[in-house]
Each structure stands twice: as C-alpha cells, then as structure tokens.
C-alpha cells in the first residue's frame, strides 16, 4: 500500500493539539466556576438569613424584684382563678420599678414605665396563676423590656444622636446602664416568639398564631393531595387503556403543575366569594371576608387551591415515581407477573416511595 | 372535630367490616377454601366497599348541602324586614346571625336577628346529629347487606377490582375538573371586566393606571386598564432571570453529569436541589433586604442611578431560584445520550469538551431547549420574589436599572384592596389571571412539543 501524503503536518497537529487541551481546561474550568457560583449563592442566602435573623431568638429582659402583695393580687384571699388572673399586676411591676429608681415628676415616671414591655404584667399574672404559692412573697423576675431597650440591645439603636431624636433618653440610658452593671439587664432565649401570636408591641409578637395557620394548611392539602394523586398515578400506570379520555387526563394533569400558583389562588378565591355569599357575589366586599371573625370559614377554602395546587404536582411526582416502579414491575419475567395475576393477590405497586 | 370522630368512627367500621366478610367467606367455605370464588380476603374488602362507598357519599353530599338548606330555612323564618334587603345586606346580616351563632357577639343586635341566630344554631346541632346517625346507620346497613350476599359463587375479586378502578378513575378526574373550574372561573371574570373595558384598550394600550371611582362623583378616578408596561416588566423581569439561571444552570448540568466524579456530584446534586426548595417568601426577603440595597450602593459608588427596587434585584434572585430547574431537567436529557455517541467522538480523538460541545449537547438540545421553555413559564408566574423586591408602578422600561412591575404583582394588588368586587379595578386582575394562565400553557404546551418532536429515539 502507497504511503499517502497526509493533509496536515504532524508539527500542526501537535500545535493544535496543545490548543484544544487549553480549550478543554478552560471549559472544564468554565463549568466548576458555574457550580461554585450557584453553590456561593446558596452560602450566601443562608448566611445572610441567619445573619440578619439571628438575634430574633433573643429579647431583652430586666430582672425586677417583685412583691407579690396579697393585698393587691388576691385581696378576697379566696385563690380563686378569675381573682388572680383580674388583678392589677402592672401596680406591681411599676412599684418595682420606682424602688430600684426613686422618681417625682410625672415626665420621669412616664420615662421609666416605658423601660419595661406592656406585657411585663402578664409575664407575672402567668407565674402567679400556675404557682399561687408566690402570694406575699417577694421574687426576682425576669420581664420582657420595651422593644427600643431591646432595640439598643442588640445594637440597633443608633445613639449618637441629639437627645430629642432618639428614642430613649439620656436618663433611660442611665438607669439602663446601672442595671447593667448590676446584671440586672440582658438578653435572654426569646420564648415569646414561638408561644405568643400576632401583636401590634413588637416585643410581644410571636409565630403561634401563623405557625397553626401554616400546619392547618398544610394538614387540609395533604390530606386531599395525596390520596387524590397516589389515586391518579395507580389509575394511569396501571389500569387506564390508551384511549383520548386517559390522554385528556395526562395532558391536564401537565398543565395544571405548569400554571402559576397564584392562578389556583384567583380560583380559590371566585370559590370562597361564591360560597360565603351565595346571594350574589355583587357587592360582596372582597376585605369583608378577609376580616371575617368566625375563621373557621378559612381553613377549608384555603386548603383546597393549595391542594389543588399541590395535587397535579404530586400527582406528576407520583406518576413519575410510578413511570420509575414501573420498571419494577416490567423487570419481572412475564410469566411471572401473569402468575401473580392469576394468584389473585396482584396488587399495583408504584415502586419506589416518593423521595424528595 | 365532629367530622373528625365521624371519620375515625367510619374508618373502624370499615375495618371490622373487612373481619366480618372475611370470617363469612370462611365460615361458608366450611374447612375447603377452594370452594369460594375468591379469597376470603376479597369478601372482606367486598363488605369494605358495601360499607364504606354509600356512607362517605350521603357524608360528602350532606357536608355540601347543608350549610346552604340550614341558611335558606333560617332566612325564610326572618321577619319580612329582613327579607326585602338588597342581596348585600342580606349577606352581612346572614354573616352577622353566623357569627352570633359561633359565639362571636359584637352587640348591639335587634332581638329578632338573635333568634334567628339561635335557630341557627340549633339547625346546625340537629343538622350534626342527624348526619352522624344516617351516616353511621348506612355504614351498618351496608356491612349487613354485604354480609348477606356473601355466598361461595359470588364473583367478590371481580366487582372489587372494578370498583377499585372506578374510584380511581375518579380521583384522576378531579385534575380535569380543577382545569374546568379554574378555566372557568377566570373566564367569568373577565369578560365581566372585558364589558366595561374593551379587549383591545386592554392588550395594546400603554398606560396602566387602575383607579375607578369610589363613589359617583369622585374626581381623578380615569382608569386606564393597557396592560403593556406589565408585559414588558415581566419579559424584563424574566429575561434577566433567565440570563442568570441558563449559563449557570446549563455548565452546572454538564459538570455534573460528564466531568463530576460520584462522590461529588452525589454531593453538589442535593445541594443544588436545595436552592429549589427554599420557599420563594424567603427569596424574596433576601431581594428585598440584602440585594437591592447592595446594588444600589454599588450603582451609586459607579455613578448610576439604580432604583431602591430595581428590576435587576428581582431577577437576579428569580434566575438563582431558576437555576436548579434548569440545571436537573438538562442533566436528566444529557444523561439520556447514549454514550455510544461519545466513547465514538472520543474513538476519533475528540477532547471532552469538544465531544460534550459537538456531539452530546446537539443531540440533548430539543430536552434542553423544552426544559428551558418550562423554566422561563414557571419565571412568569412567580410572585412572591417580584411582589417583595420589584416595584408597584408600571414602568415601560427596557433599563433594568429603574423600578418595574409585573403582572403577578399587580394581580396581588388588585385583590387584597379594598374595593367591591364588581369594580372594574378589581375584574382586571381576572383578566391578568387569564392573560398568565394563557400564556404558561402555551409554553408549556409548546415545550412538550417541541421535546417530542425533536426527540431523537435512541431505544
């Protein structure tokens, strides 16, 4: 065989070869840098949540002693429960308070009040009603601060301006940082956050109230979701002939997981105006129903968009993870999986469970 | 909490229904089980059904129905007074008499709107009792019926499995209802709103400005309802989105499946997966609080004028949230290639980089493209990023440096206002609605068919 003239010279190949290779290790570089950078986003946006939220999870607390005078909390001596729960326990905290710091004129008892939370008395009216054994005795308790104390606390506060345009007082400064000295003051774990609900002091505000709205929701959707799409996925993998009826039903199962949830959102409300006002929704105030009081009539419409919403989702997942156990069952020699049949006992199984 | 003990008391009538039917099945067979039918474990799912299916039917049908017979009887027993109110004063006052009824009183109620809650609430107390009698007496009535027509030849594995598959059946028939009932919904409500503003003003004009009157002779309430600046806030908002989580989502998709050894990519997939299961609240939060302000002091520091809610922050944070969409649906279609197609590039000496550029990313294109197309629908429809960081006045802009909205932000607006619900204001977030839902099926459908279509089959 005649030897052939090759196109190109072995010099320029092994000149292009070296510039290939640096192509493919700046590629290769070019896909690790869009890993990081997506990576680097993740950091950041956890970083940056847990940066800014962090000091939620503490409130500043005051130590007071507290005289729990009988004479004020339970003057009847009866111990009964609507006594004890009706007394004036402010009285009480702001005495404290006016111990610890003698004052005369009523700007500067004004001033010192306002260093404690407005729900510093019920702080007390809790302890006492649990352990009404505190009646004539004398405690130190801990009580929650205002929000601008707590504020300052945590470094929020900017004070280094003129006295008249900040938000606590050269005289509230200086009791606060007497009681620092004596480590009466500091922050502490904030339970108030996760016992407490909603509240116009920001001090006293907490996620109860929403938390319960959240698992409600979350139980009502679940509930219809996932019974209606493990259904959906069995019914379409298993038993459903390939006609235009279940091709309707696959098709419409793909778009619903493909529209905006805020979509669901219109639907379920035209669904809620329709049914709270079954006289016409004309005139039927759109805010009216959101301030309804009775809010049991919420849970139930709300579930259902969400889990409409939830459901072709799942139902997809489901099916998709039916598509993946299919091979389970494909994967079993066909005389097999006739036997089961005839055996009576075969049992659609969507393979894999969910996971996620 | 009743229909929860209803539930439950159902649910343990069901179960010692299947004992019964299987101990009478096998009572019957008489030591031989050969003799039945079936297995005695299909009687007593049989007696299931029979015990189960008509129960939970009246249960659903009675839950529907009568809330709305408790109301009617209780307004046809008003006082004439009441009766002859426009439709939405009878509504308050049928919201007054329930909530009286639930124990909430706010005073000051005429003696007969009392009465009429106090009958209310006995209605709604007979009305419980009565239901969970005929519930639970149609459980036992149909346990009973089942066990009667248990005999040897009863064909029970075959009227169960079909049973079976009608209930499934009709499960899979609520996706169809749910598009029914959205469809719709938002069609009733729009072409309410396209009566008062025609079509046209609504798709081509420029200006969107929805104030509509409060009261008859109010000033200033020319509304303009063209809905272009939403449009165009959206593609901007979107587009930008869609520059970020592509390249990124795209080179991270090929990492992972052609150069990510196990170890890693078993590490760096779940991590990525994270970024899709943030909710898109707290996204929005970190466009709002950290981003924006961020950028605004980097444009000021650089001599531009970047707006405090500028498009760039919202789709910055919108195309990170993208990314993992992008990212799995191409490593999904990238891992499809067979890799004949690669060990013969790399048979002709081709680098990696040069098979994955040439070879591998042409034939995943139509999957890539399709996933693409999936991920730009779900960037239009988001809402919380864009209702947190982007602004609320429609801005025809093509610089993503000033404030736009989009048309999720101004359907929220819209609907958690304060004006009746038969305002023009508030129709046209229906009509946006439609618009949207319109729109993401399109490219939903489109991005089927194209996967489809363009699909090479390689098995």
Redesign the interface.
């Known amino acids: 065989m005649t030897e052939r003239k090759p196109f190109i010279s072995e010099e320029q190949v092994l000149e292009r070869l070296g510039q290939?290779?640096a192509?493919?290790k700046r590629?290769?570089f070019?896909?690790?840098?869009?890993?990081g950078?997506?990576?680097a986003?993740?950091v950041l946006?956890f970083g940056?949540?847990l940066y800014?939220g962090h000091k939620a999870f503490v409130q500043g607390h005051v130590r007071l002693p507290i005289h729990f005078d009988e004479s004020v909390i339970d003057p009847r001596g009866m111990r009964e429960r609507e006594d004890l729960r009706g007394a004036g326990y402010l009285g009480l905290v702001r005495d404290a308070l006016r111990e610890r710091f003698p004052v005369e004129d009523r700007q500067e008892r004004r001033e010192l009040y306002s260093l404690v939370s407005s729900g510093a008395p019920f702080t007390l009216r809790d302890q006492v009603v649990e352990d009404p054994s505190l009646i004539g005795t004398t405690r130190d308790v801990w009580v929650a601060t205002d929000d601008d104390v707590d504020m300052m606390l945590k470094g929020y506060l900017s004070l280094d301006l003129p006295e008249d345009q900040r938000r606590l007082s050269d005289r509230q400064l200086a009791w606060l940082g007497e009681l620092d000295e004596a480590g009466d003051l500091g922050l502490r774990f904030n339970t108030a956050f996760f016992t407490q609900a909603d509240s116009r002091e920001p001090e006293m505000a907490g996620i109860a109230g929403a938390a319960m709205g959240s698992i409600y929701a979350m139980l009502i959707t679940l509930a219809l979701a996932f019974?209606?799409g493990v259904?959906?996925a069995?019914?379409?993998e298993e038993?459903?002939p390939k006609n235009r009826w279940t091709d309707?039903?696959e098709v419409?199962?793909?778009?619903?997981a493909?529209?905006?949830?805020?979509?669901?959102g219109?639907?379920g409300?035209?669904?809620l105006?329709f049914r709270?006002?079954?006289?016409?929704?004309?005139?039927?105030?759109?805010?009216?129903d959101?301030d309804?009081?009775?809010h049991?009539h919420h849970r139930r419409p709300c579930g259902t968009p969400v889990g409409?919403a939830v459901?072709?989702s799942s139902?997809l997942r489901a099916r998709g993870y039916a598509h993946a156990g299919r091979g389970a069952p494909r994967a079993t020699p066909r005389p097999a999986r006739h036997a089961h049949r005839h055996d009576?006992?075969h049992v659609p199984r969507p393979g894999r469970p969910p996971c996620s | 909490m009743n229909l929860l003990l209803l539930s439950l008391l159902l649910l343990a009538m069901s179960s010692s229904a299947y004992v019964v039917g299987k101990k009478r099945a096998l009572r019957l067979a008489d030591g031989n089980v050969r003799t039945l039918h079936s297995l005695p474990s299909h009687y007593g799912t049989y007696a299931v059904l029979w015990c189960l299916i008509p129960a939970a039917v009246v249960l659903l049908l009675w839950l529907s129905l009568e809330p709305r017979i408790v109301e009617g009887i209780v307004v046809s027993s008003l006082p004439a007074e009441a009766r002859e109110l426009s439709p939405a004063r009878r509504g308050l006052l049928i919201n007054d008499v329930k909530n009286l009824a639930a124990g909430v009183d706010t005073g000051g109620h005429e003696p007969w709107v009392l009465e009429a809650a106090q009958r209310y609430r006995s209605l709604r107390q007979a009305g419980t009792a009565a239901l969970f009698v005929v519930v639970l007496g149609l459980a036992v009535g149909g346990l009973a019926w089942a066990r009667q027509r248990i005999h040897r030849e009863l064909k029970a594995i075959l009227k169960v499995e079909r049973t079976i598959k009608v209930l499934l059946l009709l499960g899979s028939t609520v996706a169809v209802f749910t598009t029914v009932g959205i469809v719709l919904s938002l069609l009733f409500e729009a072409l309410r709103f396209f009566q008062r503003v025609p079509l046209t003003e609504f798709l081509f004009g420029l200006e969107w400005s929805p104030q509509t009157a409060l009261r008859a002779d109010q000033v200033g309430s020319s509304g303009s309802f063209g809905a272009i600046p939403l449009f165009t806030g959206t593609l901007l908002i979107s587009f930008i989105a869609m520059a970020v989580a592509v390249p990124l989502g795209l080179f991270t998709a090929i990492y992972m499946s052609e150069y990510a050894s196990k170890t890693v990519r078993g590490v760096v997939k779940p991590l990525v997966e994270i970024l899709a299961g943030i909710p898109t609240v707290v996204y929005g939060f970190f466009a709002a609080l950290t981003v924006a302000p961020t950028l605004r002091d980097w444009g000021e520091a650089a001599g531009l004028d970047v707006a405090p809610e500028s498009a760039l922050a919202a789709g910055l944070v919108m195309g990170i949230m993208i990314i993992p969409f992008v990212s799995s649906l191409s490593d999904d279609v990238i891992n499809a290639v067979p890799d004949g197609l690669r060990q013969a590039s790399y048979g002709l000496g081709a680098t990696q980089s040069e098979t994955i550029r040439r070879v591998v990313f042409p034939a995943a294109l139509p999957g890539i493209v399709g996933g693409v197309l999936l991920a730009v629908s779900r960037a239009i429809g988001e809402t919380m990023i864009v209702v947190m960081a982007a602004g609320l006045a429609a801005n025809l802009t093509a610089n993503p440096l000033e404030a736009v909205t989009t048309v999720t932000v101004q359907m929220v607006t819209l609907l958690v206002g304060d004006q009746e619900f038969d305002s023009a204001k508030t129709l046209s977030a229906f009509a946006l609605g439609l618009v949207l839902f319109v729109v993401t099926l399109v490219f939903n459908v489109v991005a089927l068919h194209v996967v489809r279509r363009y699909r090479e089959q390689y098995d």
Request: charged share 15%.
């Open positions: 290939r290779h192509a493919e590629f290769r070019l896909c690790k840098l869009a890993v950078i997506a990576l986003f993740l946006l940056d949540i800014k019974p209606l259904a959906t069995v019914y379409l038993f459903a309707l039903i419409n199962i793909n778009n619903l493909a529209v905006p949830s805020i979509v669901f219109l639907l409300l035209a669904v105006l709270s006002s079954p006289f016409g929704a004309a005139g039927g105030r759109v805010g009216a959101l309804d009081p009775a049991h409409a459901d072709p139902g009576h006992r």
